[in-house]
């Protein structure tokens, strides 16, 4: 019995999906939606029906190309040509009869390839769970409480709450729509927002872009609010339809990944023209074609440095996910480089700069002013100077807008709180969902006694015209028991515009000129005190009054003036901007005054009052003109979005390398177009996440500089590669070539030069990508963006090092036949010379202007540990009789280690000394200075 049931069960389980994936949603009316998907519109689905479905269906994501399979990533690192040529070399060893030589080769190769394979997998797996970090998030209503979770986690069924800026996570029936736009031209390329309601449409043939109660995955909210219940998941959504045939992604390359390649292939060329300039050199004099031919295509695989491609890559994710670690999400990898090169960051100051944590701390009402005590979300505090229980007094009308002018929703231990509901837990630390400057006013109304939710018991809300950064206010409209209501709120400057009378202890009166100035005096002097100051104003709505006249003949109620505290770490990162050389500059919606305080507590303006710009002076500058003064300017206030627009281009055509911060959906036009476009991981909205290169954790202007030091230390670590790789390889040519043409025996043998490569460009290469930065990283200048990779002298480095291991090489070579010693021990010091000779250079690369007894030689563990586990392979290859046989080595006495020692070591610690005693003189010096 059982088993049938079980199998009914499946089989009813079957239908319900099927008939989810084949309903025209459309048609029915929402309340039939919900009924259908088994959900309550006003509490969600239970977590157990959740996981059910989840396990059913499968999560919300479009199927993706899968990553290369780690065997085919293995075989891949045999597809080089200079490998597939060593393969064949190997092959007509073991034909000759060379079958100690063979194997050890294909060893080798294997190694390498081990190596190549760790470094690729590791990238890729990097890769991977960056992507993951970046994945959109969804709203949702779930056992009756809002929460915040991964879009891929969403069923059919779930209740999602949506507002402007929000990306639509998965095709949904809509059940409230509140002036709610939806930008569709991606799906059904419709160039203007579609106006959504909720009622059911007729025909169930309705094209797509015409079902005005359907939101789309990959669509956008650009106006208003509502909720939605999804109907479709996945790749059984609109967009995965589409999405079916198109599973591949290319994965973007940096400039300097394509730079690299590029120097990839002329190295390649120029190291095979060399290394057959050997092998005839050789031949013509005399040695035996197999031996040369050997030692020409060992020198080639030596030569070239086939790791610094995959190299690169570690380097870019392990710095990457440094900056994860940092709360810096890194969406665009070019941004990685580009970060290295800033030298403006524009802000947002809300939340940025400061700690979005507002807190009411004055009112104005009734020409008084009202101090309000209490700290953070708390809804405890007292108001000095009036009294919010008396039922005319100015402060009550002012607290009652706040309360229900707002979206916001205070919550205690996370959990939402209404009015006789206020203790989940005596010790919970209070908090908001929803935008912080709503969140103050909801708890200053607390304050006061007046709760929404109970207010709501006895009026009704009707309409709602939500906040625009271009109109600067919001609007409800409430059905109370004095009829139609319209609550304002809004910029001060704008409201009192719109304003006629004032609300006062004796009812409302004529606002006169006189009024007018005194209220903006009181405006003034909060935005001196670094107050956010917002304006509270009512109107009756009478029944013919037109949409356009809601928000016209406005009654004043009063001023609330809020701050939000400056980030100390804010204080501290600014600091370091202008010690790099980077341009800090404010840009603020507040008031200039306001704006002011704020900037100079943190040392942006540094008491220059001039580098402030107001939206309304840039409204009368032409673009000409704004660019003429734009690096005059720290702090632009009163701005709109679309003025952060025309601040990005403007610094861009002063050929400066701009960050610019933004949250909002109108912010993700100039977030777009600035060099590195910087969204907020908490308050952004998931447009200016989809615009921007890189994701803030924790929405702090500190995290930016932080990127900014990883972005140089990742170009400073690329470079450390570059001068590793190359200058040993260059040695290791130069020690072959300059030995053939000067008529010398050859100093190593091919087996001897693949070992070589092998102990030298792995271990020591790889841990070069974890050095940390120079502690003056952030004290030089910015790069410039087209700078060459071996400017500030890094070619010169490269070749006077190189020549030195090769001459060096070649010198004890030749130092060990003078003084005696046989062809057997002279080739095993000339070939742990160079091995040594790199293994000490590695340390010179951790820095370009300091030496080793500066750097400090165990900074870098994993350095040191590579280091030694070199060092002891090629020991292991002196010293142990079956790695004889097959390198061709001799056991060495103490004065030949000396030898080696003295003249592979020698370069550095020379080199150390002068740049000790260099830096140490130039500090001193620049001390006297100062």
């Not at 929405?699 to 001068?723: L, P, Q, S, W």
């Not at 002298?793 to 130092?815: H, M, S």
Request: aromatic share 6%; with cysteine.
């Amino acid at each position: 019995m059982s088993t049938f049931a079980n199998m009914d069960d499946q089989k009813r389980k079957r239908e319900e999906s099927e008939g989810m994936k084949q309903q025209a949603w459309h048609v029915l009316p929402w309340l039939d939606v919900a009924k259908i998907l088994n959900v309550h519109p006003g509490k969600g689905l239970n977590m157990r029906e959740v996981n059910r479905r989840l396990a059913e269906i499968g999560q919300n994501v479009l199927s993706e190309k899968k990553g290369m399979h780690p065997v085919f990533l293995f075989l891949g690192q045999f597809k080089d040509f200079m490998v597939m040529v060593l393969l064949a070399a190997t092959v007509v060893s073991g034909l000759l009869g060379e079958l100690a030589d063979a194997v050890t080769i294909m060893a080798i190769l294997i190694i390498n390839a081990i190596l190549g394979f760790i470094q690729e997998y590791r990238a890729e797996r990097s890769m991977e769970s960056l992507r993951s970090l970046t994945a959109p998030e969804a709203r949702v209503l779930r056992e009756g409480r809002e929460q915040k979770i991964p879009a891929a986690d969403l069923v059919p069924g779930d209740i999602v709450l949506l507002e402007a800026g929000d990306r639509i996570p998965a095709d949904l029936r809509f059940i409230q729509a509140v002036n709610l736009e939806i930008e569709e031209s991606a799906l059904t390329g419709e160039s203007h927002p579609v106006r959504k309601n909720i009622a059911p449409l007729e025909d169930d043939l309705t094209p797509m872009a015409d079902r005005r109660n359907m939101g789309y995955m990959g669509t956008t909210v650009v106006n208003g609010r509502g909720a939605g219940v999804v109907v479709s998941t996945g790749m059984d959504t609109e967009m995965g339809v589409i999405a079916g045939m198109i599973q591949s992604v290319e994965e973007e390359e940096t400039p300097l990944q394509r730079r690299l390649a590029q120097l990839g292939k002329w190295l390649v060329i120029i190291s095979v023209a060399v290394c057959a300039a050997v092998v005839i050199t050789g031949i013509m004099r005399g040695e035996g074609f197999s031996k040369m031919f050997f030692a020409g295509v060992s020198l080639a695989v030596a030569a070239i440095p086939e790791g610094l491609p995959a190299i690169v890559t570690v380097a870019l994710a392990i710095g990457v996910q440094r900056m994860v670690k940092r709360q810096a999400i890194i969406r665009k990898l070019p941004a990685v480089e580009t970060l290295g090169c800033a030298t403006v960051i524009c802000s947002d100051k809300t939340g940025t700069l400061t700690k979005n944590e507002m807190t009411v701390r004055r009112i104005y009402a009734g020409g008084r002013m009202i101090t309000v005590s209490g700290r953070g979300y708390d809804p405890k505090g007292e108001f000095q100077g009036a009294d919010p229980e008396q039922e005319r007094e100015p402060l009550r009308e002012a607290l009652r807008i706040s309360a229900l002018c707002n979206n916001a929703t205070l919550t205690k231990k996370g959990v939402q709180v209404a009015g006789l509901f206020r203790s989940p837990a005596k010790d919970a630390p209070w908090g908001i969902e929803g935008d912080p400057t709503e969140g103050a006013l909801l708890v200053a109304a607390a304050k006061g006694g007046i709760w929404r939710e109970v207010l709501e018991r006895k009026e009704e809300r009707l309409a709602e015209i939500p906040f625009d950064s271009e109109r600067k206010r919001m609007s409800v409209v409430y059905q109370t028991k004095r009829g139609k209501k319209a609550l304002v709120k809004g910029a001060p400057d704008t409201i009192l515009g719109l304003c006629r009378r004032e609300l006062t202890d004796k009812g409302a009166v004529a606002l006169t000129d006189e009024r007018r100035r005194e209220i903006m005096r009181a405006n003034d002097s909060m935005a001196r005190q670094a107050l956010r100051v917002l304006a509270l104003a009512e109107r009756d709505v009478p029944e013919s009054l037109s949409p356009e006249a809601l928000e016209q003949d406005l009654t004043l109620v009063g001023l609330m003036g809020m701050i939000d505290p400056p980030r100390s770490s804010a204080r501290k990162a600014i600091q370091v901007c202008r010690r790099a050389g980077i341009k800090p500059v404010m840009i603020t919606g507040d008031h200039r005054l306001t704006a002011e305080a704020v900037a100079e507590e943190l040392g942006i303006l540094r008491g220059k009052r001039a580098g402030v710009l107001t939206g309304v002076q840039m409204d009368t500058l032409t673009d000409d003109e704004l660019t003429d003064r734009v690096m005059d300017v720290a702090v632009y206030a009163r701005v709109t979005p679309r003025d952060k627009l025309r601040i990005v281009r403007s610094l861009k055509k002063r050929g400066q390398v701009v960050a610019m911060t933004g949250d909002g959906v109108n912010d993700a036009p100039a977030v777009k177009e600035a060099d590195i476009g910087v969204s907020m991981g908490k308050t952004g909205t998931d447009v200016t996440k989809e615009a921007s290169a890189m994701v803030l954790g924790d929405d702090n202007f500190a995290t930016i500089v932080a990127a900014v030091e990883e972005g140089r230390a990742i170009y400073d670590n690329i470079r450390k590669f570059i001068r590793y790789l190359l200058a040993c390889n260059l040695g290791e040519v130069l020690t072959m070539f300059v030995a053939t043409l000067v008529g010398l025996p050859l100093p190593l043998l091919p087996i001897q030069i693949l070992w070589v490569n092998l102990v030298t460009d792995g271990l020591p290469a790889m841990a070069l990508g974890v050095d940390g930065a120079d502690p003056d990283i952030m004290e030089r200048l910015p790069r410039a963006p087209g700078e060459n990779i071996f400017a500030r002298g890094l070619a010169r480095k490269i070749g006077v090092r190189g020549t030195l291991i090769g001459l060096g090489t070649l010198a004890v070579f030749v130092a060990a036949l003078f003084l005696g010693s046989d062809m057997l021990a002279a080739r095993t010091m000339a070939f742990s010379t160079l091995v040594f000779s790199q293994l000490f250079h590695v340390f010179d690369c951790k820095s370009e202007d300091r030496g080793i007894f500066e750097v400090g030689i165990f900074s870098n563990p994993y350095l040191v540990g590579a280091v030694a586990v070199s060092a002891l392979m090629q020991l292991s290859a002196v010293y142990l009789a079956p790695m004889q046989t097959i390198f061709k080595t001799a056991a060495l006495l103490g004065w030949q280690w000396g030898l080696i020692l003295a003249v592979a070591g020698g370069p550095s610690v020379l080199i150390g000394f002068y740049r000790l005693i260099r830096n140490t003189w130039l500090g001193r010096t620049a001390g006297e200075k100062v």
